[in-house]
């Protein structure tokens, strides 16, 4: 390579005379160059790492219907509803209203989902039923799925919601709405 | 420099086992590369703490976009060939083979079944702008339901994958996973982003 440098420096003239034995080398810089353009341009339009997956299983429509509240001990099982607004309820009686909570995504908070999931799933034949309103956002179904993982929960649902819980809701945020003014 | 007398010492290097490396990684890149086709509207995937992956082959995808609209996606162009044969059939679309072949260099769609012909006849560029209003997925009409079925008879073995953006709605994601369920399609493998996992505690 320094003889190329030499060669350079001399302004051409060795070459016009033509005696010199011509080098064969060639400056690779400009084709290092292109060649590591080229390898950052593929590494950045890759699709680096593969999506991360989270499995759903659900219940078969027809067959083997999953457990609803009327088949498993009322005790065991929590229902728990996703609202409009990230609101998130829960509840574990049937006779609800006094066991009706407010609870939050907020996973540091003392009363949010997670520590209740937690504290609630110690029991091994808890199930936890999860039901959405319509006007939950996507983001609320996979966090509470997300939370449920994260407690280890054996037994969970993802159930229609009834009539039913949809006015407790209602009822609740009146309430909330109360409070907070 | 000159009174020193010392030869100007040339500071290149030799460059080839540089460009070697460069160009073997290059040829790595490309042969491993899978490029990443921009999705036609805006799916932010909510994270979570499963580290499983999503396998390469054998996946319908279903999008839900931020505004509710329906996608789906299959990765591989000859599968979809062979879809769009079969839909064309189904729902007598009346599509010629250039149609096919357009729709078969298409990963992500989200139009109707009547749109369709229209939608493949765009030009790219215009194709690339259209607003895709999403795969029909009415209780009377579920064109989802054609698409999926016709996917899952010519692979089995695919697995169902749901994309929804973080902020669209239960209702659609109900829909879609009613609509499987149909079908006695009942694992879901939904997409989500990477999430460190807590500690337990």
Redesign the interface.
Known sequence: ??E???KE?GGGKGASKGRKKASTRV???P??DL??L??TF??L???LS????????????EKDKPKTESEIKESNAMTVI?GENDQIYWYISKNRVPDFHTTSYD?ADENGIRKVLLEKTKNPDMNVIIK????????????V??EI??VNAQHYA?I?ITKDDEELVKKQSAVNDAASN | MAQVKTK?????????A??DV??L??TF??L?????VPDPAKFE????????????ENVVRIS?SNEGAVFLTIAEQSKRKELIKEIDKMYSLGLNENDKEKFSLIETFGVPMKQLKFFLNLSDDKRKLFKQEGIVIDSTNNELKGWVRVAKTLNANAII?I?????????V??KV?ATM??M?L??????????N??S?N
């Open positions: 390579m320094s190329i440098a030499q420096g400056d690779m810089t084709m290092v060649g590591f080229l390898i593929f590494m339009t890759t699709t593969k999506q991360q997956i989270m499995l759903l299983p659900m219940p078969n429509k996703l996973p959405a309103m319509d006007k939950a956002s996507y983001q609320n179904v996979i966090d799925i997300d993982h994260i993802l229609d | 100007k010492s040339g500071v290149m290097l030799d460059m080839t540089m460009c460069a160009f990684l290059l890149f490309i491993t590369a899978k490029m990443k995937v909510p994270s979570s703490v499963s580290e499983k992956k999503l396998p390469d839900i994958a994309k929804g953006d973080r902020d669209s709605e239960y209702a994601f109900k996973i369920q149909e006695h009942n694992r879901f493998s939904l997409i989500t982003g990477l999430e996992k807590p337990a």
